[in-house]
């Protein structure tokens, strides 16, 4: 506690002196106020009866409070005075020194303090920014659960539309699944085309193939191509000429019935059926008309013609045909018959059902080879059309030597599964051709 230069706090008596001066100046004050106020009441405190406030009354009044003031008054110096004594007596003066080092760790803690503030003030920053994104965020996510609500929302109301078409299409499903099957059925149930046992393909039960040779040459397993069998020669079934006859006529048939539901007529060839002597006539030459079938066993005209020499010669002017003649006749009516093919598969590879049933991939492809032009004049009238028509790279014409039934079988298998899928074909356009 400072005190003036000019008063010295070890003088009790100046204290003194300061107090009573301060005390008559407060004595007047109240002397003034008290007057001021108090003239004109009753008094009534030192006496039982009321009675008018005189002057005398008055300064009696302030002369006993002024004394007791001035009591309270040194009661609060002396005891003032006793706690600086006691103060004095008990504070302990420090050097600088001490001064200057509390100072300097004053100095340092402020600076730690203000690293520390610092270092929070980035804190927060950084977790006011952390709270903006997590708020973006969820604007986000609530965005985007709006969106969903509403998508939610949209395909529950379309549920029951999506539903009743896809029971409606079930429905037109298993009907035209129920039309087809009953059409496959009856053309399946008339025309059977099936793998009786490999190698051969077979038609209503009757297979079309021939039993390869049992030479050493013929006992490897064959791959000739994609699809062919590859059974060793010994395990094949013999297959009569006969039965071939057979399985042609009724493949010349089933052609000819699926080309009338599709409405479309041959352009070069024309299919007549007959079972097993059925034959295939030239459009352009009616009078060429080919046997599709093989008589392997002809009596004396091929007995003598296998011999050769001038009575077989004299056979063939009778008329009389022989081996060759026979097999040549039966090649071209399997070119004529494989020509017919192609033209009714070309059909139905390029309708609407053909592409949904992806018959581009499913029917083998069909070439026929043409004569050249510098000798049409000059070949025989069974060459006149065609040389050769090949089944997926197979020639469909045979000979009677044994080494070439295994091809043969192959490319008889490839036309008879072209059939059956033009079968299937019919059964789903329903019969007539759609433009």
Known sequence: ??????????????????????????????ERELKRELTGYIYWEQVPLKHALCRTCVDFILNKQLRDDTQKLKEKQEAAEE?????????????????????????????????????????????KNNIA????????????????????????????????RWDASMRRYETANNELTLKSTILND????????PPYFSINGIRMGRKPSN???????????????????????????????????????????????????????TLIPRGSKSL??????????????????????????????????????????TPNQNIESFNQAMMGFLVCLKELSDVARDSPRGIQLNLKSKLYPIK?????????????????LYMDATIRGLSIRTTTDP???????????????????????IAVTGGARKT
């Not at 000019?6 to 204290?15: G, I, K, L, R």
């Not at 080494?403 to 008889?412: K, L, M």
């Open 83 to 127: 706690f600086l004594a006691k103060a004095k007596r008990s504070t302990s003066f420090f050097t600088a020194a001490a001064t200057h080092e509390r100072y300097e760790l004053a100095i340092k803690e402020r600076e730690r303090l203000r690293a520390e503030l610092h270092l929070l003030q980035r804190k927060l920053t950084e977790e």
């Open 403 to 425: 080494s070439d039934a295994r091809r043969w079988t192959d490319a008889c298998k490839f036309a008879l599964s072209n059939v059956k899928w033009l079968s299937v074909w």
């Open 133 to 164: 994104a997590i708020k973006a965020e969820t604007k986000a996510l609530s965005e985007k659960e709006r969106q969903f609500a509403y998508e939610a929302m949209r395909w529950r109301g379309s549920k029951h539309v999506y539903q009743e």
């Open 1 to 30: 506690m400072t005190q003036g230069p000019d008063v010295d706090p070890e003088d009790d008596s100046q204290s003194f002196v300061m107090v009573e001066k301060r005390s008559d100046d407060v004595k007047r004050k109240i």
């Open 280 to 321: 295939v006539q030239e459009k352009r030459n009616p009078n060429n008309v080919h046997k599709l079938y093989f008589e392997s066993e002809g009596g004396a005209a091929q007995q003598v013609g296998q011999t050769g020499g001038p009575l077989g010669w004299g056979f063939s002017l009778l008329g009389l045909v």
């Open 368 to 384: 026929a080879e043409a004569p050249p032009a510098g000798l049409g004049g000059k070949e025989p009238p069974a060459t006149s």
């Open 190 to 197: 008339a025309f059977h085309v099936w793998e009786e046992k």
């Open 215 to 269: 030479d050493s040459s013929e006992k490897q397993q064959w791959t000739v191509a994609e699809g062919a069998t590859a059974l060793p020669a010994s395990q094949y079934d013999v297959v009569e000429w006969s039965e071939v006859n057979a399985a042609w006529g009724e493949a010349c048939l089933l052609l000819c019935v699926l080309a009338s539901r599709a409405q479309v007529g041959f352009k070069e060839y």
